[in-house]
């Protein structure tokens, strides 16, 4: 993710639970939990791994920013809705 203006809890900032890239998907997630957020500067970046899990901003306002995700190229054949985007 790249921050497009300054993020913050307040307005909205990403919610990553960190070590979840680590849980066993087939069990029940932990209860003891705890979010983090991932407050930025413009331009900063905040990189994480895809097994990690994000969470829905408690924030009703938009923070703008970019995501760049790689993708093989094995998925395009078969997926090309996967670079459909919405603005």
Aim: charged share 15%; with cysteine.
């Amino acid at each position: 993710f790249v921050a497009g203006k300054r993020s913050t809890k307040a307005n909205g900032a990403t919610r990553f639970i960190p070590g979840s890239h680590l849980w066993d998907y087939s069990l029940p997630p932990p209860r003891d939990h705890k979010p983090a957020y991932a407050e930025m500067e413009p331009g900063d970046a905040f990189i994480m791994l895809s097994a990690s899990m994000i969470l829905p901003s408690t924030s009703s306002r938009a923070s703008p920013g970019m995501i760049c995700v790689p993708v093989s190229s094995t998925v395009r054949q078969s997926a090309p809705h996967a670079f459909a985007h919405r603005c």
